[in-house]
């Protein structure tokens, strides 16, 4: 059980309305999770029965696309009798016909642990190298589920291009997403774009595979119940699902300021590097990558990362939210720009050798 709050002025909505909607009983009591920065989440303790998750968008202006609960909730509907880590979904409602005035969804509860910045709670050493070991397992096991067999997932599969559309629309999302202090990307996203290479396949892909997303077997913190937060979620090339993952993965030598960004515990002792990830993917997917190769894996996911905190940034410079933990977005956004500057002149460097 992630530890949940209550819930700030700004995020709170009609629980009597949804308790109507929903039609399970009395809610007891609603708790919001602390954890993500885009949709929101919340706990729905139950009177009678056992307790629900409700996910829903914030309120302000969004990117086109984003935050499309209806979509969410197909994929883990479609997903679920193939992929054990999924949690089951119970409802689901669209804008138009919501109690609260947005698109909704409900889904059950999973009991177990949600590592965060820290674990918050006993792990060996041994057994964060086990659960890094899980977690590549699962990934591998994601990227093999056959979408062409599955309803409702197929559908997802634009064909190849994937990298091509990806590079063109988080480029667009920045231009979206500028304010007054947004860096001159040009050269990060020129060589992106002039770079990108032919899709490895189309398979099924998170695209925010964290361990903050994942959910823990109280019992075996080595064993990975349940996998949270399908927003970004669709069929395209397994090696941008990796990358966009390794963003996230800071590592006991990174800078101080990457330390800081850390919002996982993959410096906790026994936590593998991002090199072994990359070394263990490789080897049980059957795919392969050279340094080289990799470095456009590694430079697009931080762009994405550092768009993703640019659009949130966006939505705190203009008033959108209030939470002030989002005003740390926008020195981020800029050390990711120097970050994916730092990988490009190591790439050149070698090349130089």
């Not at 989440?41 to 209806?70: C, E, N, S, W």
């Not at 050269?187 to 992106?192: F, K, M, Q, R, Y």
């Not at 899709?199 to 990975?224: K, S, W």
């Not at 949130?312 to 203009?318: C, L, T």
Request: proline fraction near 6%; hydrophobic fraction near 40%.
């Amino acid at each position: 059980m992630d530890e949940s709050r209550p819930v700030r002025d700004e995020d709170a909505f009609d629980v009597a309305a949804v308790e109507a909607w929903l039609d399970r009983g009395p809610i007891a009591e609603v708790r919001q999770f602390p954890g993500g920065a885009s949709n929101l989440t919340y706990l729905l303790r139950m009177q009678d029965g056992p307790d629900l998750i409700l996910r829903r968008p914030p309120v302000g202006t969004k990117a086109k696309g984003a935050h499309d609960m209806g979509r969410e909730y197909r994929i883990q509907d479609a997903l679920e009798p193939v992929f054990p880590q999924v949690p089951a979904m119970a409802a689901y409602c669209t804008a138009e016909d919501s109690p609260i005035g947005s698109e909704l969804y409900v889904m059950e509860r999973l009991d177990g642990l949600i590592p965060r910045r820290d674990f918050g709670f006993p792990v060996s050493e041994s057994q964060a190298s086990a659960l890094c070991d899980a977690a590549v397992d699962t990934l591998v096991a994601l990227h093999a589920v056959d979408v062409s067999a599955v309803p409702g997932l197929a559908a997802l599969n634009k064909g190849d291009g994937y990298v091509a559309r990806q590079v063109v629309g988080w480029i667009a999302r920045l231009d979206d997403a500028r304010t007054d202090d947004t860096g001159d990307w040009s050269d990060i996203t020129g060589w992106l774009t002039t770079h990108q290479p032919a899709d490895v396949g189309q398979r099924m892909i998170h695209n925010d595979y964290r361990f903050d997303n994942m959910v823990l077997d109280a019992d075996d913190p080595t064993r990975i119940i349940g996998l949270l937060d399908w927003e970004l979620a669709t069929v395209g090339d397994p090696l941008m699902d990796l990358g966009c993952t390794l963003a996230y993965w800071v590592q006991g030598d990174d800078d101080e300021f990457f330390q800081l960004f850390r919002r996982q515990p993959t410096t906790a002792p026994g936590m593998w590097t991002r090199q072994q990830v990359v070394d263990a993917y490789c080897a049980r997917s059957g795919l392969s990558l050279t340094p080289a190769r990799w470095t456009f894996y590694e430079v697009f996911g931080l762009f994405r990362l550092a768009v993703i905190a640019q659009q949130i940034w966006y939505r705190y410079v203009h008033g959108q939210t209030t939470n002030e933990a989002y005003a740390a977005f926008g020195p981020a956004v800029g050390y990711l720009e120097a970050r994916c500057r730092q990988v490009l002149a190591a790439l050149t460097a070698g090349e130089g050798a």
